[in-house]
């Protein structure tokens, strides 16, 4: 038999080759973009091109420099080369070879992070010499808290529930990383931190990037304690300025226990009567300035940081035991393994994955990082499966419509949403099972 009789049109992934650093987004790159090379510094990706070395052809990327200078680096040595990461609309300025510059720019940035890590080291320090708030052993409440979560616990899960408890009963402010992956549990982890925090009458306040993410935990929390008298609000931009000035209002007085929402939790106004827990969901998608400027406001607190994806600043202050990590590896009971498969592109059988997965009253994702032609892609699948509730999303649409659609999309009034990746925010949609 050959490889074609046996594998058809599907090959099932086993084993991959780790991917350079540049060829992973190299694809990504077109003429006339913005490229850093760590020894010339920034420059105009013009593209590749072959020249004879020694009678021999050899392949190079062309930059071009300020003055029209050229550079030509053998594709052997990309890895000193990476994409230019935009902050900001403005273009960058193209450094010159040969000039200083480059150097001082570099030299300027190590003192920055040097500066950055000296502050940093000293508030962990000033954390664990700082006596917080100790609270008490689990009561009555708590207990019955615990019974009504409709699933069983992972080992993980009781693991990292009994070492969050341990240091909120602990004189020091916690300080603890919570790795897992998307559906292994981490928000009920989060919830029982934060119902106990309530029950010595500290309030909470959940962090998240986005306030789509807000939105579902808002949604999430108040199932969860709903046989409970704890209240639960968001702050984002979704509520009106006269809605956002009652809830920071009655958060100073004390009458709101849980309060989730984006960074509209780092403005002025907003004040705790008593804040006791600081709880960061997906803690990559915020600056460090962001989230050190709210542990600032109140050194003293217990902070819980959860993430599927640790920025290596995070894990390497865990793993250095500046901060304690707990990490949940095992699934929840009964869920599947992934089932992963490459195959040229079939509009046929991209049709065919997207119907079994509706007949199962499932949703679909279908990741396409093209903004210029996204909306084909959309269209092809409303034309091959025509009772198909298509969305589409992208990060050029205006942030207010962005999240209007993944809020409809996680209400189910899509089945199907078109994206680019800029749904890697860690939202947990049980009924998404085929990507």
């Not at 008593?274 to 460090?288: A, K, M, N, Y």
């Not at 989230?291 to 994806?309: C, G, N, Q």
Request: charged share 30%; aromatic share 8%.
């Amino acid at each position: 038999f050959s490889e074609k009789d046996i594998f058809t049109e599907e090959k099932v992934i086993v084993s991959r080759l780790p991917a350079k650093p540049f060829l992973s987004h190299f694809r990504d790159l077109k003429g006339g973009d913005y490229v850093v090379h760590a020894d010339y510094g920034i420059g105009l990706f013009i593209g590749l091109m072959k020249m004879e070395i020694e009678r021999k052809n050899r392949e190079f990327i062309e930059i071009i420099y300020k003055d029209e200078d050229k550079l030509f680096v053998p594709v052997e040595d990309l890895n000193l080369v990476q994409k230019y990461s935009k902050v900001g609309s403005s273009a960058p300025l193209l450094n010159k070879l040969g000039s200083p510059s480059w150097e001082r720019t570099k030299a300027r940035t190590k003192k920055a992070i040097e500066k950055m890590a000296k502050e940093l080291l000293h508030l962990y320090a000033q954390r664990k010499a700082m006596k917080g708030f100790s609270f008490s052993l689990g009561g009555d409440w708590q207990s019955e808290f615990e019974r009504t979560f409709e699933y069983e616990e992972t080992e993980d899960q009781l693991r990292a529930i009994k070492e969050i408890m341990s240091d909120m009963e602990a004189e020091f402010p916690m300080d603890r990383l919570l790795c897992g992956d998307v559906g292994y549990g981490k928000t009920e982890v989060a919830m029982r931190a934060s119902f106990k925090a309530v029950m010595d009458g500290k309030q909470v306040a959940v962090l998240c990037p986005t306030t789509v993410l807000a939105s579902q935990h808002l949604t999430t929390f108040r199932n969860r304690v709903v046989l409970f008298p704890l209240r639960v609000e968001s702050l984002t931009r979704l509520q009106t300025k006269g809605q956002q000035t009652r809830i920071v209002e009655d958060l100073k007085k004390g009458l709101i226990d849980i309060v989730i929402g984006t960074h509209r939790l780092f403005s002025k106004d907003v004040q705790f009567r008593d804040l006791g827990l600081l709880i960061i969901d997906e803690e990559q998608r915020f600056g460090v300035s962001q989230k050190e400027k709210i542990k600032k406001m109140k050194t003293d607190i217990d902070v819980l940081t959860l993430s599927a994806t640790p920025i290596p600043r995070t894990l390497n202050l865990s793993l250095t035991s500046i901060r304690d990590m707990s990490l949940i590896e095992t699934p929840p009971r009964d869920r599947l393994a992934i089932h992963t498969v490459v195959t040229p592109f079939s509009p046929r059988l991209i049709a065919s994955a997207v119907k079994t997965e509706l007949a199962r009253r499932g949703q679909v994702y279908y990741i396409h990082n093209r903004v210029e032609d996204i909306d084909k892609i959309a269209r092809m699948i409303e034309k091959f499966v025509p009772q198909t509730r298509v969305a589409v999303v992208h990060g050029k649409m205006p942030s207010a419509a962005l999240e209007k659609k993944m809020i409809d999309f996680i209400n189910q009034k899509f089945n199907v949403l078109v994206s680019t990746t800029i749904i890697e925010n860690g939202i947990d949609i049980p009924l998404v099972n085929t990507l």
